[in-house]
């Protein structure tokens, strides 16, 4: 996932369209979305059934992939 800059958080924030990745929460078999905050540099969540916080950065040169698995 590319870093996030000044020209993308202010187009992200005036279309009102949050970034997002898939996560299938292998845990409890659940499928959720995680939204970055406008400025963050990771996305936060918790599976939707057990609650296990689930923290992903984003790093330099990221990934094109929208879908991951958390084990």
């Not at 020209?7 to 369209?17: I, Y």
């Not at 963050?40 to 918790?46: H, I, P, V």
Request: aromatic content about 8%; glycine content about 10%; proline content about 6%.
């Amino acid at each position: 996932m590319p870093r996030a800059d000044a020209t993308s958080m202010a187009s992200e924030t005036k279309t009102g369209k949050r970034r997002w990745i898939g996560i299938m929460f292998e845990c409890c078999a659940i499928y959720s979305r995680l939204y970055r905050a406008p400025g963050s540099t990771e996305y936060r969540g918790r599976c939707p059934r057990c609650l296990r916080a689930l923290h992903l950065p984003v790093g330099e040169g990221g990934t094109d992939s929208r879908q991951f698995r958390a084990k």
